[in-house]
């Protein structure tokens, strides 16, 4: 069960870093921003779903391989990234984002029994 829900993390990466690709340019600066909250979005949901660090690092490298095959450019000469810093900060942004998620400290789960110290 828990392997479907990477796959679904990976799917979600990859529409996210196509999405943000589109909007980060399209609506300069807000446009940055709300990419660059759907990719942190992306990376902090996966990591307090799953609870595990394997939650945040899944969608990080599917969103940074998917990031890096739109931006490179093809023969026929289009591209998707402009040549600006917009493309920079939306590709360092999401990386430090999901490094940011995947090095968060896990949270003891708050399911245990009603235990008290000292008794």
Known sequence: MRVIGYVILAVLGVAVAAAGA?????FF?????????????????GRRLTGTR???A?????????VMYVSASRPEGDFLFAADIGPYIYLLGGM????????????PSTTAPGARLGR
């Open 96 to 107: 430090a984002a999901g490094v940011i998620c995947f090095t968060l400290p896990v949270r």
């Open 22 to 26: 589109l909007v980060q340019d399209g």
């Open 58 to 66: 899944v969608p990080t490298a599917v969103w940074f391989l998917t």
């Open 29 to 45: 600066p807000g446009g940055l921003l709300l990419a660059l909250a759907g990719s942190a979005a992306l990376f902090y949901g």
């Open 54 to 56: 394997l939650g945040a």
